[in-house]
């Protein structure tokens, strides 16, 4: 995919308590895209509990891996540096010492955050990607978690507590037993935290990832995003709850975990259990973004803060894959009149979904015809994409299957399918049959559809082709607009040679 000139990369380098990562977005927009992302688990904050001080050994690979991300930063010309310190260097003896060397590495001021500034960067991470985000955010990470209170786009109560994950195994000595009496003790120090009953809790940090990833491959998800995947309260804890048993050795050779999540995941599931027997949560919502994405967030204006992020991804995929987007556009419009009737009646969100898949509808015209739907359907499903649960996610995809490949039941859409009801499959079959038939007059270029409306009259539903767009009728046109009628359970005409003035009223 072609990047935009119009573009200037922000680099984010995060010194985290386990990890230390750099990821280089194409811009602070609504709908950040990554243009370079690597970590390397240092475990800055191994010893810091025990010992007042960061180990020396992590130290000094910490520091390799910034050389590495300055080098980084210079190739690809990201002028704007953001960096940023937590729990490990902010309570290590010597943390001020490496980041005065970590200063000196990417020639670029550390922001050394406080507990309360890092649990105000989280919560803004989990608002750039869930607008309507309602509940508690736990961020857990090697040295400390931060919980903070979301409502109506703001953040309310918030606290960093010493249970990252590192620093549990620390203190705990490795002992599961003393770690669970650990996290009892500090949450029962917080008096707030009922007000996440009944709401969603979102999970943030690449413990409580590795968590969903092992969940997924337990239950054979169809979908391998992280962001909005929600698991039911009673799996998540009966999940928790087996894997805080588990010992770091138990978990070798699952694949889904890497080498180096395996020695934390333990005392996250740990913290998670206890968290939602305490909570008592609706559900737990993995959130992909965190303290970066909040960062970038504070970068945008009060207009771009406003833009809807989805829509915005989709815009912006949209100019760089599909023919038009001005056709796009014009193709929700032309579908207003199609989702008009009373049995179609859309909500907001079944509205937004629509106008986002119109967007994506001709993203896959470049593949050979053969892979089309499956390139479509892989791309948008697996997407880089915000503010949107799976269930919206598989609607759009199977929708740009479905303009593809026209109606196709099969294995690769059947595990789609599972995720959504009966009545937005039946809408991704109706808007995808609608794109078949305007790209037959359109070959998805603009200046048709606003000139040839659809409209409903009895049991029919009619296209009209005035002058001079009559003659763009033909035999396959005709198959594909009675297709679309049929799942409408009406008689189709495409009706010609009218009037522009006529076919206008």
Same mark, same amino acid.
Request: proline share 4%; aromatic share 6%.
């Given at each position: 995919?072609?990047?935009?000139?119009?573009?200037?990369? !922000?680099?984010?380098?995060?010194?985290?308590?386990?990890? !230390?990562?750099?990821?280089?977005?194409?811009?602070?927009?609504?709908? *950040?895209?990554? &243009?370079?992302?690597?970590?390397?688990?240092?475990?800055?904050?191994?010893?810091? $509990?025990?010992?007042?001080?960061?180990?020396?050994?992590?130290?000094?690979?910490?520091?390799?891996?910034?050389?590495?991300?300055?080098?980084?930063?210079?190739?690809?010309?990201?002028?704007?540096?953001?960096?940023?310190?937590?729990?490990?260097?902010?309570?290590?003896?010597?943390?001020?010492?490496?980041?005065?060397?970590?200063? +000196?590495?990417?020639?670029?001021?550390?922001?050394?955050?406080?507990?309360?500034?890092?649990?105000?960067?989280?919560?803004?991470?989990?608002?750039?990607?869930?607008?309507?985000?309602?509940?508690? +955010?736990?961020?857990? /990470?090697?040295?400390?978690?931060?919980?903070?209170?979301?409502?109506?786009?703001?953040?309310?109560?918030?606290?960093?507590?010493?249970?990252?994950?590192?620093?549990?195994?620390?203190?705990?000595?490795?002992?599961?037993?003393?770690?669970?009496?650990?996290?009892?003790?500090?949450?029962?120090?917080?008096?707030?935290?009922?007000?996440?009953?009944?709401?969603?809790?979102?999970?943030? /940090?690449?413990?409580?990832?590795?968590?969903?990833?092992?969940?997924?491959?337990?239950?054979?998800?169809?979908?391998?995003?992280?962001?909005?995947?929600?698991?039911?309260?009673?799996?998540?804890?009966?999940?928790?709850?087996?894997?805080?048993?588990?010992?770091?050795?138990?978990?070798?050779?699952?694949?889904?975990?890497?080498?180096?999540?395996?020695?934390?995941?333990?005392?996250?599931?740990?913290?998670?259990?206890?968290?939602?027997?305490?909570?008592?949560?609706?559900?737990?919502?993995?959130?992909?973004?965190?303290?970066?994405?909040?960062?970038?967030?504070?970068?945008?204006?009060?207009?771009?803060?406003?833009?809807?992020?989805?829509?915005?991804?989709?815009?912006?995929?949209?100019?760089?894959?599909?023919?038009?987007?001005?056709?796009?556009?014009?193709?929700?419009?032309?579908?207003?009149?199609?989702?008009?009737?009373?049995?179609?009646?859309?909500?907001?969100?079944?509205?937004?979904?629509?106008?986002?898949?119109?967007?994506?509808?001709?993203?896959?015209?470049?593949?050979?015809?053969?892979?089309?739907?499956?390139?479509?359907?892989?791309?948008?499903?697996?997407?880089?994409? !915000?503010?949107?649960?799976?269930?919206?996610? +598989?609607?759009? $995809?199977?929708?740009?299957?479905?303009? $593809?490949?026209?109606?196709?039941?099969?294995? &690769?859409?059947?595990?789609?399918?599972?995720?959504?009801?009966?009545?937005?499959?039946?809408?991704?079959?109706?808007?995808?049959?609608?794109?078949?038939?305007?790209?037959?007059?359109?070959?998805?270029?603009?200046?048709?559809?606003?000139?040839?409306?659809?409209?409903?009259?009895?049991?029919?539903?009619?296209?009209?082709?005035?002058? *001079?767009?009559?003659?763009?009728?033909?035999?396959?046109?005709?198959?594909?607009?009675?297709?679309?009628?049929?799942?409408?359970?009406?008689?189709?005409? !495409?009706?010609?040679?009218?009037?522009?003035?006529?076919? +206008?009223?």
């Amino acid at each position: 995919m072609p990047r935009r000139n119009d573009l200037s990369p !922000v680099a984010v380098v995060d010194i985290g308590s386990n990890s !230390v990562r750099l990821v280089v977005y194409e811009a602070a927009t609504p709908a *950040p895209t990554p &243009l370079f992302n690597e970590k390397v688990l240092c475990g800055l904050g191994r010893t810091v $509990a025990s010992t007042g001080e960061l180990d020396p050994k992590s130290v000094e690979r910490a520091l390799r891996a910034l050389r590495r991300f300055r080098g980084i930063i210079d190739q690809i010309g990201a002028e704007k540096i953001e960096v940023i310190a937590t729990a490990a260097a902010r309570d290590a003896e010597n943390g001020p010492d490496f980041v005065a060397r970590a200063e +000196a590495i990417l020639e670029a001021p550390v922001q050394l955050l406080t507990g309360t500034k890092e649990a105000e960067l989280a919560a803004l991470g989990v608002l750039a990607g869930h607008r309507q985000a309602d509940g508690l +955010a736990g961020d857990l /990470g090697g040295g400390s978690l931060e919980l903070v209170d979301i409502f109506d786009g703001t953040t309310g109560d918030a606290v960093t507590l010493p249970l990252g994950g590192l620093r549990l195994i620390d203190v705990s000595g490795g002992s599961l037993k003393k770690a669970r009496e650990i996290v009892d003790e500090e949450l029962g120090k917080i008096d707030w935290l009922d007000k996440g009953q009944g709401r969603d809790f979102y999970a943030i /940090g690449g413990t409580w990832r590795a968590f969903a990833r092992l969940y997924m491959a337990q239950i054979e998800y169809p979908l391998s995003v992280m962001q909005d995947f929600h698991i039911k309260t009673e799996d998540a804890l009966k999940f928790a709850s087996a894997l805080d048993l588990q010992s770091p050795n138990s978990l070798a050779g699952i694949s889904e975990i890497s080498t180096a999540r395996r020695e934390t995941l333990p005392y996250g599931a740990l913290v998670l259990e206890r968290l939602i027997r305490r909570v008592k949560p609706k559900a737990v919502v993995i959130s992909a973004y965190g303290i970066r994405e909040g960062l970038l967030y504070t970068l945008l204006d009060e207009e771009e803060r406003r833009q809807d992020p989805l829509i915005a991804a989709c815009e912006d995929l949209a100019r760089r894959r599909s023919r038009s987007v001005e056709n796009a556009y014009e193709l929700c419009d032309w579908t207003d009149a199609l989702f008009s009737i009373p049995e179609l009646e859309e909500t907001p969100e079944q509205r937004r979904l629509r106008y986002a898949a119109c967007l994506l509808s001709d993203i896959g015209w470049r593949a050979h015809p053969d892979y089309r739907g499956t390139q479509s359907l892989n791309l948008v499903a697996q997407g880089n994409f !915000v503010d949107l649960d799976h269930a919206g996610r +598989a609607f759009l $995809a199977l929708t740009v299957y479905f303009r $593809a490949e026209g109606y196709v039941k099969d294995e &690769l859409t059947e595990s789609l399918r599972a995720l959504i009801d009966e009545d937005m499959v039946l809408r991704a079959r109706i808007l995808g049959a609608a794109m078949r038939s305007a790209n037959m007059v359109t070959a998805s270029l603009p200046g048709v559809l606003p000139h040839t409306p659809l409209s409903y009259e009895g049991d029919r539903l009619i296209w009209t082709l005035p002058e *001079p767009y009559c003659n763009l009728e033909g035999e396959r046109v005709e198959r594909r607009f009675k297709k679309l009628a049929a799942l409408l359970e009406r008689d189709g005409e !495409v009706r010609t040679g009218v009037a522009m003035q006529q076919a +206008a009223v």
